[in-house]
């Protein structure tokens, strides 16, 4: 199957500072991939879809200025946390499909997010 | 997107078969059947996808009725390596497409 790889895996930050996670497809290209959340024994909730060469879709509720995403080529996006703060922490899930295969998602391990 | 509603969660033994249920009553016509599990502190996993007719798979069987307002995913053979959170989802075309609605899914526990 197809494999999406996230980096880092977890990051430490502090209260006030930015950090940035990557989502890149290895083996196939994806115009479109998409940002979930998951908080600790909560199911995945979708923040935004990401579009290749054009601006990102953001879910209702969901701070654009906050969680910039940049999705640069067909495989890479990049979700920018901006002046994280504690209620941030979370584990941050991308996803995304092989062109015309939209019914198969894959899924990146995810980034264990900690703001202290 | 249709509403789905799944157990909370299930026993299984291992080397048998592990049958999980989704109701989505509400479901429309172009609205496709998804399945995915969730493995603790990992990225989802796909297993299988369906609209009217029953599915078969290297990893499952998804069984469909009729009038489509419910589902059931079949694990043949469960392993200890099957123990995870599984989401059943319905999603449609249009603008929607690709985006997928996670539930609180089934906590499936195979033991030994």
Not at chain 2, 54 to 78: F, G, W, Y
Request: net charge neutral.
């Amino acid at each position: 199957g197809a494999v999406v790889s996230q980096h880092p895996s977890w990051v430490i930050c502090k209260s006030g500072t930015s950090v940035k996670i990557e989502c890149r497809s290895l083996d196939f290209q994806a115009t479109t991939m998409f940002w979930y959340r998951q908080f600790p024994k909560q199911s995945l909730m979708l923040m935004a879809t990401s579009n290749e060469g054009s601006k990102a879709t953001y879910e209702q509720g969901v701070e654009k200025d906050k969680f910039l995403i940049n999705h640069a080529s067909l495989t890479l996006s990049t979700l920018t946390v901006t002046s994280a703060h504690p209620e941030d922490s979370s584990f941050y899930i991308c996803s995304a499909y092989p062109n015309g295969r939209v019914y198969e998602q894959y899924f990146g391990p995810g980034t264990r997010l900690t703001v202290t | 997107d249709a509403k789905t509603t799944q157990p909370t969660s299930m026993d299984c033994a291992e080397g048998r078969a592990a049958n999980l249920p989704c109701n989505h009553s509400t479901i429309s016509g172009n609205e496709y059947v998804y399945w995915y599990r969730q493995i603790h502190s990992q990225g989802p996993q796909y297993i299988i996808h369906g609209l009217k007719n029953n599915e078969t798979n290297e990893m499952a069987s998804l069984i469909i009725t009729e009038d489509r307002k419910s589902s059931t995913l079949i694990l043949p053979h469960a392993t200890l390596r099957d123990t995870a959170v599984y989401y059943c989802i319905v999603g449609a075309g249009g603008t929607s497409y690709g985006k997928l609605t996670f539930g609180q899914g089934t906590i499936l526990t195979v033991h030994p």
